[in-house]
């Protein structure tokens, strides 16, 4: 299925200026489809072990429709994306065509009636919540879920379980003042625990280097033409560049801290 290459007037906060652009749309307008931590290849891992063939799937703030294709590729039996912000529904919609829905609503009040996903699946937006609302979005998705359903993540997380609190925060408002994004990363065993307090088990937990913007993972999510127009619209673009550079220079500065993560947790059936 072909990516989409949505116009830069098509992207939310289209009218944001580069230095007060959230990090992922400003990374999206310079030409970046693949926004995720841990990459394509996490993403593909994560949606290999959610077992998508022939279910029922629902996917929590799809965004730029990129992920949205990759689960088509997996025949689900019936895909419904859950988007707030109607510029980026409306890219995921185009994303997907014919073959699945997507209806305005947020990931913690989705709208949908319960126990009618086999599959939920969010990537990259549970870090961007405060702890609260992280569980008011997991208990969503464990109500939309039927028993036995499979809720399937792949988020930013902090290591080792260990470190001190005083890291986590240092990390957290360096990462906020990169992206202007109130990132709130948890270490595995945080990440664990709010899923298993919530009622889930869970099953898988797989890990991924958080390489976003090194020049490799850029070349192996992007493709050699996308990396080359990328590049060329960083450089073009003073402002961006900035930000860019300080992205990746937090990221580079918290490098042994900074993994991304995926994990299955399944609903445990009724009794």
């Known amino acids: 299925m072909n990516d989409t290459h949505p116009a830069d007037d098509a992207l939310p906060l289209a009218d944001r200026d580069a230095a007060h652009l959230p990090g992922h749309w400003l990374l999206a307008r310079l030409g970046k489809r693949v926004l995720r931590p841990g990459g394509k290849e996490l ?63 947020e990931a913690s ?61 240092e990390i957290r408002k360096s990462l906020a003042r990169s992206i202007k994004v109130n990132a709130r990363p948890l270490t595995a065993a945080e990440w664990t625990k709010l899923l298993t307090d919530a009622g889930f088990e869970v099953e898988i937990v797989g890990f991924a280097p958080m390489a976003l913007l090194e020049p490799q993972r850029i070349l192996a999510d992007e493709g050699l033409v996308g990396t080359v127009k ?8 003073s402002d961006a560049r900035a930000r860019v550079l300080q992205m990746r220079s937090t990221f580079t500065k918290y490098k042994k801290h900074l993994v991304a993560i995926e994990i299955i947790a399944k609903k445990k059936a009724a009794r």
Request: charged share 30%; proline share 3%; hydrophobic share 40%.
């Open 230 to 237: 990328f590049v060329g619209n960083v450089l073009r673009d």
């Open 109 to 169: 009040k989705t709208g949908l009636d319960s126990e009618t996903a086999d599959v939920v699946v969010g990537e990259a937006m549970l870090t961007m919540q405060t702890d609260k609302h992280k569980s008011e979005i997991i208990e969503e998705a464990l109500r939309v879920l039927r028993p036995g359903g499979r809720y399937a993540i792949h988020e930013l997380a902090i290591e080792p379980d260990e470190v001190d609190d005083e890291v986590k925060t």
């Open 43 to 105: 993403t593909e891992r994560m949606l290999a072990d959610a077992k998508l063939r022939g279910v029922d799937v629902v996917e929590f703030a799809p965004g730029l429709g990129r992920t949205a294709q990759n689960i088509l590729d997996f025949a689900p039996k019936s895909y419904v994306g859950v988007e707030s912000d109607e510029s980026a529904a409306e890219l995921t919609r185009k994303a997907v065509g014919g073959a699945g829905s997507v209806v305005s609503g």
